[in-house]
């Protein structure tokens, strides 16, 4: 792995050297935009609206609309200027219980390692905040932005998730919430005991993106001059009313005692061990290792 930034983690008279690197990746199928004639890359030009000419990159700025039309410019040593922290600190601000942040704030994931002077501290803070159930919030500058970020332990190593500021997240603004909605006893009866026959315990690794694995199907199916599948049919809105209180009690008597998430989890399961099965006696399917992947990804 590849660190994408250096610096400390400072709190109270304590510094850990760290680095920073990615925790996630996309598995998405990435595509190019081509001539369908000849397969040609679609190339564009930078071109002002204005006078048509195409304009050089040293000749690009960064311009803010006012209300009024008019257009503020901004160049590197306009925002070189702006006071950003740059002496690549993690400042942690305060300690808090998970319970008190609301996921809506998360953004991005990033692993935290120590520096090989500073594994010691940093084990202490991973312990740390294990043994008192804490999370850190913190402050970095990433990209030349400051943001808000929250630092946790989790699998022996620290994770940093950056974090949405109070003003980035919208306010839910729906018609449905004015209305007085009443929800019948028997209704909540029925539907606590259909939550509590489908709950289990989260194991990710159980569920599989079924569509990149029908959509590398039909890569490699192409590829081979194989015939492909016809698209599917959408399911059409027959615009019945359906009783609830029904629905919940058929819904209940399927669950069978909680053996709905278990059945639905096997099945995905299963598709995922198929599909694993496929690739190690073709060598290239769609939903083969991460490494064959990759390689027919574009940046």
């Given amino acids: 792995m590849r660190a994408m930034w250096r610096g400390a983690i400072s709190f109270g008279l304590v510094t850990i050297g760290v680095r920073l690197y990615a925790a996630t990746e996309e598995h998405d199928y990435r595509f190019h935009q081509v001539h369908r004639s000849d397969g040609g890359r679609i190339r564009y030009k930078r071109v ?16 803010y609309e006012l209300t009024d039309g008019r257009v503020v410019l901004l160049d590197k040593d306009d925002f070189d200027s702006l006071p950003v922290n740059s002496d690549r600190a993690i ?19 990033y692993y935290l390692a120590p520096e090989k002077t500073a594994i010691r501290p940093y084990v202490l803070l991973r312990e740390t905040l294990e043994k008192e159930n804490r999370l850190a919030v913190v402050k970095i500058t990433l990209r030349q932005r400051e ?20 003003d980035e997240i919208r306010k839910p603004n729906f018609e449905f919430l004015d209305q007085d909605t009443e929800v019948r006893p028997q209704e ?15 194991k ?5 993106d079924e569509y990149q694995e ?11 001059g194989a015939e492909t599948p016809k698209p599917r049919r959408e399911r059409e809105e027959t615009g019945e009313v359906v009783d609830l209180m029904s629905a919940l009690e058929e819904s209940v008597q399927r669950s069978g005692g909680g053996k709905t998430g278990t059945a ?8 995922a061990s198929k599909s694993s099965g496929d690739s190690s006696k073709t060598g290239k399917t769609g939903t083969g290792s991460r490494k064959s992947r990759s390689g027919k990804r574009s940046a």
């Fill in 188 to 202: 909540l009866k029925m539907a606590s005991s259909l939550v509590r026959n489908m709950s289990a315990s989260f």
């Fill in 214 to 224: 029908r959509l590398g199907e039909l890569i490699e199916a192409k590829a081979k």
């Fill in 204 to 208: 990710p690794d159980e569920f599989s």
């Fill in 91 to 109: 400042d942690v601000l305060e300690f808090v219980s998970a319970d008190d942040i609301d996921p809506i704030h998360f953004q991005k994931s």
């Fill in 264 to 271: 639905r989890r096997s099945s995905t399961s299963a598709r």
């Fill in 147 to 166: 943001t808000l970020a929250m630092v946790r332990a989790r699998e022996d190593v620290l994770v940093l998730h950056t974090m949405l500021w109070p």
């Fill in 48 to 63: 002002c609206e204005e006078c048509g000419k195409e304009i050089d990159y040293a000749d690009i700025v960064k311009g």
